[in-house]
């Protein structure tokens, strides 16, 4: 089995509808604001991460089609999408991107099995994105998180901090448009996934995820953050997905997402960087995802 290749372009448009339909405000998507940002080394606009993310999602989708890989998740019962991602150079409109996808590799561990496939993302010449995606039984990130009980998200207040937990709660409503406008945004056939003629409705994985930055940007706001002076960029993502919940995933349900920052001094490799556990509950009842989202203050990445 060779590695799946792709080259595609981003325009200022892709990454417009992008964040427009994840609510991510930060400036450094925004074609005319960039330059608000102090210093902003990149000279533009720039994709998001989670966009790319999305990018990712979509070729290895195909990959498991074109492989009959599906058979093999079922049968291991591999329940959970997990993505570990570093981000090291961005992405810009109109610069080609180059996407380069691994051979699956499956590995038959008696407790936890997994199906693994390196992937990278070269734009501009230099490398953008490497890490792996890989499914599996248990979740490969936070496996025993320590949440407050989830029925308590039914009353708390949207945009604020839940009591004593150091949990900052953003409610979101599930939107099949939103979600459609996402993918095609980050270059991945939205016909994959909804066809209201075909009564399909497929929340992608990566969607419901997306909205953590918006999460996170509100948090920044709530703590007086100067995004034109202070900015911070994504250096990684960590993220374990329940595949069976997601199925269940329907058009205005709701998702709270709970970000905090990491205390455990492993998440981050150097002092500059800040670490957040980040979890999406659906229905107050469902943990979908859990995630470590790691950050660097944008003078700290020369």
């Not at 929340?203 to 918006?214: G, H, K, N, V, Y």
Request: net charge neutral.
């Amino acid at each position: 089995m060779l590695p799946t290749r792709k080259t595609c372009t981003f325009s200022s448009l892709h990454i417009d509808i992008a964040r427009n339909s994840t609510d991510d405000f930060n400036l450094f998507h925004d074609k005319k604001k960039w330059n608000q940002i102090y210093q902003n080394p990149f000279n533009g606009p720039i994709a998001l991460g989670f966009q790319l993310e999305a990018f990712i999602e979509g070729t290895i989708r195909e990959l498991r089609v074109t492989n009959h890989e599906e058979k093999l998740i079922k049968q291991h019962n591999l329940q959970y999408s997990n993505y570990q991602l570093l981000f090291t150079n961005p992405v810009k409109p109109d610069q080609e991107m180059d996407i380069k996808v691994n051979k699956s590799l499956f590995s038959e561990n008696d407790d936890n099995p997994v199906l693994s496939n390196r992937v990278s993302i070269k734009s501009g010449g230099k490398l953008s994105v490497m890490g792996y995606k890989k499914e599996s039984k248990h979740p490969l990130f936070l496996a025993e998180p320590d949440l407050p009980e989830l029925d308590t998200l039914k009353h708390a207040a949207d945009r604020a901090f839940l009591g004593d937990t150091g949990f900052f709660i953003k409610r979101k409503f599930m939107n099949t448009s939103n979600a459609k406008n996402f993918l095609s945004g980050s270059l991945v056939e939205q016909s994959e996934f909804f066809d209201e003629i075909e009564g399909k409705a497929d929340f992608p994985e990566i969607f419901p995820c997306a909205l953590i930055s918006c999460a996170l940007l509100e948090k920044a706001i709530k703590e007086k953050l100067d995004f034109k002076r202070n900015p911070m960029v994504y250096t990684s993502h960590k993220i374990s997905i329940d595949r069976n919940q997601l199925t269940y995933l329907k058009s205005n349900d709701t998702l709270h997402i709970m970000v905090r920052l990491s205390t455990n001094s492993d998440d981050a490799a150097s002092p500059l960087m800040q670490t957040y556990e980040c979890y999406g509950v659906i229905n107050h009842k469902f943990l979908l995802f859990r995630s470590l989202i790691t950050l660097v203050p944008l003078d700290g990445t020369s």
